[in-house]
């Protein structure tokens, strides 16, 4: 099994890069005619323009700068795959789907790629094929399920589950990034408010505890220092805070022990953690859930799940439980060696195995995990909106007091 998936990952096509021309050339008519096209070189351009009947005049690459160019989300590719669900399920050709599809979206990135499928598929090109060429947006796991589709002859139904599949993981991520972002912003902008006083509202106040000459309260000269240091080595706080930045982002990626040990700081933490865990285990139970149904073995399957976890731990996890499971073992034995899996969701496994209905207990297993991860960020959100008031308001209200104290001290003494 293991042998046939290394043989499969070592017969995807590589992407090729493409361009757009510019072209001009006559009809049978002999009537002149103009449009553009994207392709990896003029001539696979004038070929195709003679397989059409047209005779290519002049063939012009166009220089693109994408500049503004609007980028393409994983929104689009799950709009994308619920349109073209849609449309072959009404009987509409998978070529003409593309097509509709293609000129009727409102992104020109967007519009490129289904474009550019879609003349893939015109020359004679698979549609796993066709969607292997563009790795950044469409995965593995997009492809094997397409893959499964086309291979059993139920490509609609397939692509109707990616949708599904799609729409469910899309919804997770807005509510984890929900979940982050908001205070991650407010604390933003109560840091930035903070070092704006620090920075031109201290010194005022600075130069008039100068004009009473007498000492100033410890509170308030711990501000005042700190107003001074920030003023006099901004520059290095900034170079500083861009290097520590830099030397992360490139850890981050560099290595994968970095990456597991921060992942399990965030499941362990008390605030994040058990939304970072509910979210790992919907991931894990829908995106098995996926490819089970689809006729995907179970080992190639785990392949594509341990990327779709959002989690490295969970990821590693997945991949521990492949080897296991192409050893012999079954699922719920597998996540038995692993230390992150609740009792219940290796129960409802362990049910699945035996009833031979394993697709159908994951999906319930992921609707009640989804639905979890919605509950605790609702929650989440009206526990940190107080919390994150109260740290704004000890910030900005600790400085105030600060600069206020040696005047209420002089106001006491005279």
């Given at each position: 099994m293991a042998t046939k998936a290394a043989a499969r990952k070592a017969a995807k096509p590589k992407a090729e890069k493409t361009y757009e021309y510019a072209w001009t050339g006559t009809d049978r008519r002999g009537k002149k005619i103009k449009g553009k096209m994207r392709a990896a070189n003029d001539a696979?351009?004038?070929a195709d323009l003679r397989r059409q009947g047209v005779n290519p005049v002049k063939v012009q690459k166009l220089i693109s700068f994408n500049i503004g160019k609007p980028k393409i989300t994983t929104g689009d590719i799950a709009v994308f795959?619920?349109?073209l669900a849609t449309m072959m399920k009404s009987g509409v050709p998978l070529v003409q789907a593309l097509d509709i599809v293609g000129k009727g979206h409102n992104n020109p990135a967007m519009q490129e790629l289904v474009l550019s499928i879609k003349a893939d598929i015109e020359g004679g090109t698979s549609l796993t094929n066709a969607l292997r060429k563009h790795p950044l947006y469409f995965d593995d796991l997009f492809c094997n399920l397409v893959e499964a589709g086309e291979q059993a002859g139920v490509l609609e139904t397939l692509l109707d589950r990616i949708a599904t599949y799609k729409e469910k993981t899309e919804s997770i991520k807005k509510k984890i990034k929900k979940a982050l972002i908001y205070p991650a912003a407010v604390l933003s902008v109560g840091i930035?408010?903070?070092?704006?006083?620090?920075?031109?509202?201290v010194p005022v106040f600075e130069e008039l505890f100068q004009s009473f000459g007498a000492e100033l309260p410890a509170f308030t000269q711990l501000v005042v220092d700190m107003s001074r240091y920030i003023r006099d080595n901004w520059v290095f706080i900034i170079l500083g805070i861009a290097a520590v930045t830099i030397i992360l982002v490139n850890v981050w990626k560099r290595s994968p022990k970095f990456r597991e040990s921060i992942d399990r700081l965030m499941l362990k933490s008390p605030v994040f953690g058990s939304i970072m865990h509910k979210s790992a285990l919907a991931r894990f139970a829908r995106t098995t859930s996926t490819m089970f149904a689809a006729g995907v073995p179970m080992v190639e399957a785990l392949d594509s799940v341990a990327g779709a976890t959002g989690s490295v731990v969970y990821g590693n996890a997945v991949k521990e439980m492949r080897e296991d499971i192409a050893t012999g073992q079954s699922l719920r034995l597998a996540m038995e060696q692993q230390q992150?899996?609740?009792h219940m969701v290796k129960q409802m496994v362990a049910i699945g195995?035996?009833?031979?209905?394993?697709?159908d207990m994951l999906s319930k297993v992921a609707d009640f995990y989804e639905e979890e991860v919605d509950n605790a960020v609702d929650a989440l959100s009206s526990l940190m909106e107080p919390m994150i008031m109260v740290i704004l308001g000890t910030l900005v209200g600790g400085l105030v007091i600060a600069m206020y104290l040696p005047i209420f001290k002089l106001g006491t003494a005279i």
């Open positions: 696979i351009v004038r795959s619920r349109q930035l408010v903070t070092a704006i006083i620090l920075i031109f509202v992150l899996f609740p195995e035996e009833s031979g209905s394993l697709d």
